[in-house]
């Protein structure tokens, strides 16, 4: 038949399609987290020490961060990983705007802005905040399991999640791909903030 290369698989064709259903033609993965999807709880060490601890709010003795530890109001989670040349020009920029946020009477205090290596190590992480000079926390995802939770299938992403009030998270708004956080974003982040004050 013209193959050169013939592969059996253990379990059959059903057990291969069930085991890697993302290579079956018309068999899809999981769907992809939306806006108003709740955006799925992840803990992850803290790498930075005292510098995330305090920015974050949290124990001087923390270890770990858990979504559901933060008193703020929003967070915008940037998904990144430390090989992909849009990601590292993303996250200048991110550093950039961090400042704008944190210079904002709207957004500083409300607003945290927190990074996630998806696939890098804990030190690759640390390398690549030290590198850069990021001034945000920085966490890794070294197995892709936070990144597959929430049904994705590139890098960078970015997602605002809002606190409920209860220890989860309320997705408000997804940015798929490269973008540039520029005025007319952080106007979008501001009016988030505004529009949330005005339900309480």
């Known amino acids: ?8 698989y253990p379990a059959g064709f059903h057990g291969w399609k069930e085991a890697r259903p993302e290579l079956v033609e018309g068999v899809k993965g999981p769907r992809a987290l939306a806006v108003g999807d709740a ?3 992840c803990r992850v060490a803290v790498l930075n020490g005292d510098a995330d601890r305090k920015y974050l709010g949290l124990p001087s003795h923390a270890k770990w961060l858990a979504l559901s530890d933060l008193n703020a109001r929003f967070v915008l989670i940037q998904l ?12 200048k920029m991110m550093t ?15 607003l945290k802005i927190i990074g996630l290596g998806v696939y890098d190590t804990n030190q690759a992480v640390v390398r690549f905040k030290k ?23 590139q890098l960078p992403l970015a997602y605002l999640v809002r606190a409920k009030g209860d220890g989860t998270w309320i997705i408000e708004l997804v940015k798929r791909g490269y973008f540039e ?16 004050e005005g339900t309480d």
């Open 1 to 8: 038949m013209g193959y050169t290369e013939v592969y059996r």
């Open 39 to 41: 955006f799925p709880d």
């Open 96 to 110: 950039r705007f961090f400042l704008r946020v944190e210079d904002d009477p709207v957004l500083k205090g409300q």
């Open 181 to 196: 956080p520029d005025d007319k974003f952080l106007n979008v982040l501001k009016e988030a903030v505004i529009r949330a």
């Open 131 to 153: 590198h850069y000079e990021v001034l945000y926390p920085l966490f890794s995802d070294r197995h892709g399991q936070i990144f597959e939770c929430l049904g994705q299938a």
């Open 80 to 91: 990144y990983n430390t090989m992909c040349s849009d990601c590292v020009a993303e996250t």
